[in-house]
């Protein structure tokens, strides 16, 4: 057992490793064009200086931020959470750019994607549910445009809604295992709580040791009322990531009960 917690640890810091190096290798292409951009733009206008823009590197290194901080395990698992003014002003700079981007090239689907899932992070449904279902328009077998549609479902608590929506997700990419926890939140929500743990089952197949949806397995549990089970539950998920912060408010609140 703990030989298999200490690969899957090793698999997650490989991830976050790949991850850095990605992120690292865009800021240093997006870096190298914007002083190209700057350095042409001095030559023409020397006496002016270049106006400060928002950058593709700006927009995925805030999104990476939004997806890490709001699950605690670097997923988008369906967490919202407060922002403070200068995320909030860093959202609205992307929200800017990205519809200058799609007014620009209103067939960029994922452009779109980003930007509904801008207007989703502010808190402007309607406009983010309006990107998504153009670009379903367009490609009936978009996994993100189904994913993030879904976010926003089950934050306006349509629940059923949010289940077809990830459904979908699992149709298009059976191997990915987010969509299953999304059926698995959805179905708690509609108190159907044994097809809420099989879909979260399925989750922990394709994804081991992953302290959200154990946490999600927790949630489940709670619901039905079985608050011992669901206390040792968040205690295994906080094994796996001792600083979850929503694990550690749970067994909080248990306590108090």
């Known amino acids: 057992m703990e030989q298999n917690q200490n690969k899957d640890k090793e698999c997650q810091r490989e991830l976050a490793k790949q991850l850095e190096l990605e992120l690292d290798r865009e800021y240093k292409n997006e870096k190298k064009k914007q002083v190209q951009e700057e350095s042409s733009e001095n030559q023409q206008i020397s006496s002016k200086k270049p106006k400060k823009r928002f950058t593709v590197i700006q927009s995925i290194l805030l999104l990476t931020a939004t997806l890490i901080f709001s699950t605690g395990s670097g997923y988008a698992l369906g967490q919202f959470y407060f922002l403070d003014s200068v995320e909030m002003k860093r959202i609205n700079e992307q929200l800017e750019y990205y519809q200058q981007r799609v007014k620009i090239n209103p067939n960029s689907l994922e452009?779109?994607?980003?930007?509904?899932?801008?207007?989703?992070?502010?808190?402007?449904?309607?406009?983010?549910?309006?990107?998504?279902?153009?670009?379903?328009?367009q490609d009936d077998q978009y996994y993100d445009a189904y994913y993030n549609l879904g976010l926003v479902y089950l934050e306006e608590k349509k629940y059923y809604e949010a289940l077809s929506m990830f459904n979908k997700t699992v149709e298009i990419a059976p191997k990915d295992f987010k969509g299953y926890v999304q059926k698995g939140i959805a179905y708690r929500h509609l108190n159907l709580f044994e097809d809420a743990i099989n879909s979260l089952i399925e989750a922990t197949k394709l994804a081991p040791a992953n302290a959200d949806i154990i946490y999600q397995i927790g949630l489940v549990a709670e619901a039905q009322g079985d608050y011992e089970n669901a206390i040792e539950i968040y205690k295994d998920a906080l094994q796996y990531d001792p600083l979850f912060a929503s694990a550690l408010e749970a067994l909080d609140r248990l306590d108090k009960k």
Request: hydrophobic share 35%; charged share 25%.
């Open 111 to 137: 452009d779109r994607i980003v930007l509904g899932y801008t207007y989703y992070l502010k808190g402007n449904n309607n406009h983010a549910v309006k990107e998504f279902k153009y670009v379903l328009d």
